[in-house]
Each structure stands twice: as C-alpha cells, then as structure tokens.
C-alpha cells in the first residue's frame, strides 16, 4: 500500500504543468480509485478478523491476498499509461522500472487462495460473509 502511494506522487510530481491533460487525469483518477479500494478492502477485513473464527480469518486472508493482487495490476496499468503519455526515451524507462518493481505485489499462494475462497462459496452455495 505505502509503495503504491508513493508511487502515485512522484508520477504526480513528474508532471508538472501536464496535469490539466484529460488523459493523464484519467490514470491518475485511476491510481488514486485502486488505492482507495484497497485500502478500504484491508480496513474492511481487519475490521472483521477481530470477531472471526479460525475458519474466516483465513478466508478473509484470501480475500485479501486477492483483492491487493487484483489492485496491483490496476494500479500498474494506469500508472504505465500515465507515464507512457507523458514521458519517452530514458525518463519512461526509469519510471517503468518505478512502477515494477513499487508497484508489484507477491502473487505466492495467489491461486490457493481463490481456490479455498472458491470452495468456501460452494459449501456455502452463496455470499461468504
């Protein structure tokens, strides 16, 4: 989450005078709507996780766990559009190395946890929380 912010604001300071251009509004618009969510997403279930039992806390793990994966890559396309609008040569290359290696998420255990959220939902036959 810090990377992504941090990410947001210096794609916003590196534009400087470019920030009346529609599109680049748009990524950004994009940007801040993905931090939101998560944010909102992580507050949500650590709300939640203080009540929860053994059986949910670990479903609400993989909420998570999806839920930031699925936020990194939106966060990582808008942040590319924006600078791939703005920004050529040298300056988009560096920025692209930003936004790689700030705005990846560890995707260990990503399909497992579909997986049990998945099945959670079968037994259930319906919304889990």
Known sequence: ????????????????????????????????I????????????DKVMAAASARKKVLLQSIVRVVAFDAAVKFQMAATRCAAYRFSGAELRTLHSSIAQLGSYPVIG?????RQLADAAAETGGYLF
């Open 1 to 32: 989450m810090a990377n992504l912010k941090k990410l947001f604001l210096r794609l916003l300071g590196a534009l400087e005078e470019d920030k009346r251009e529609q599109e680049l509004l748009l990524a950004l618009g994009d940007m801040v």
């Open 110 to 114: 990503l399909l497992d946890a579909k």
């Open 34 to 45: 993905t931090i939101f969510a998560l944010e909102s997403s992580i507050l949500r279930a």
